[in-house]
C-alpha cells in the first residue's frame, strides 16, 4: 500500500546511545517532517524538508539531526539520547505546502 | 505566529449523542485548517480540512466542521456519535502560503464515547 513507513516501531536506548529513524514515503512528495508528539502537548515539529537536498529547523530541533539524501527518505538521528527524547516519532510528508500530510504510523522510543 | 488552541482536553459522551469539539486559532494572516484524528497506538488521518471556498466542510464519515473567519473557529461537530469515534482528535492550522505549509497542531481532544 502507498504511504508513509517508519522503522523501526519500538525502540529502547540508554542514555547517551545514538540511533536513527527511517521514514519512507513512495507518493513522491516533496515536503517531509518529522514530529515528535508527547502526553498534553500535542505534535511538535522537530525538523523538515521541502526537497531532496534540504532541511530546516522546526519548533524543537535540539539533540536531533536530520538528512534528506533521496527524495522518498527522511532520516532522524539522535547522536546522544537523553531520557527527555523518550517520546512517540511521527513522520509526514505532503505533496505541496498545503492539502493535508500522510502520517507514518509512529515509532515509540524509550531512553532509559 | 501562529497558535491553535482546543479547549477541551478531554470530551465525554454517550453513544448517539451529539457531540462538538472546539478548536480556536490565531494568526495574521489566512490560514487553511484540518481536523486530524487519531485512534489509538495509530497515526494521525486527515478527518477534514478547509482551503476556501464553502465554510463548511463535512468528512465521509458524519462529522463537520465550520469555519468561522470573525471568531477566529473550527470547531468540528457529529450529531450522533459512535462507540468507534473514540479516539484523539487534533486540530491544525497552516498559514496561506507560507512556512512551507508547516502546520500547527493544537494539544488535541480525547473523545471518549460510552455505551
Known amino acids: 500500500n502507498a504511504g508513509v513507513t517508519q522503522t523501526p516501531k519500538f525502540r529502547v536506548l540508554k542514555t547517551g546511545q545514538s540511533m536513527t529513524l527511517l521514514c519512507a514515503q513512495d507518493?513522491?512528495?516533496?515536503?517531509m517532517y518529522w514530529y515528535r508528539q508527547d502526553p498534553g502537548m500535542g505534535l511538535r515539529l522537530i525538523h523538515y524538508?521541502?526537497?531532496?537536498?534540504?532541511?530546516a529547523k522546526g519548533e524543537v530541533p535540539d539533540g536531533y539531526n536530520v538528512s534528506r539524501l533521496k527524495k522518498q527518505n527522511f532520516l532522524l538521528g539522535l547522536e546522544s539520547a537523553a531520557p527527555s527524547q523518550t517520546s512517540v516519532y511521527f513522520c509526514?510528508?505532503?505533496?505541496?505546502?498545503?492539502?493535508?500530510?500522510?502520517f507514518g504510523s509512529g515509532t515509540r522510543l524509550t531512553v532509559v | 505566529a501562529q497558535s491553535v488552541t482546543q479547549l477541551d482536553s478531554q470530551v465525554p459522551v454517550f453513544e448517539e449523542a451529539p457531540v462538538e469539539l472546539r478548536c480556536n486559532y490565531s494568526?495574521?494572516?489566512?490560514?487553511?485548517l484540518f481536523w486530524y484524528v487519531q485512534y489509538p497506538n495509530q497515526g494521525l488521518q486527515l478527518l477534514l480540512k478547509y482551503l476556501s471556498g464553502s465554510t463548511l466542510v463535512e468528512s465521509i464519515n458524519g462529522f463537520e466542521a465550520e469555519f468561522n473567519k470573525s471568531q477566529t473557529s473550527f470547531h468540528l461537530r457529529k450529531p450522533s456519535v459512535h462507540i468507534s469515534d473514540t479516539a484523539e482528535y487534533f486540530c491544525a492550522v497552516s498559514d496561506y502560503g507560507g512556512s512551507q505549509g508547516n502546520l500547527i497542531f493544537g494539544k488535541g481532544t480525547k473523545l471518549s464515547v460510552k455505551p
Open positions: 494568526s495574521s494572516v489566512s490560514v487553511y
Open positions: 509526514a510528508s505532503s505533496y505541496r505546502e498545503v492539502g493535508g500530510y500522510t
Open positions: 524538508s521541502v526537497g531532496e537536498g534540504t532541511t
Open positions: 507518493m513522491n512528495h516533496e515536503y
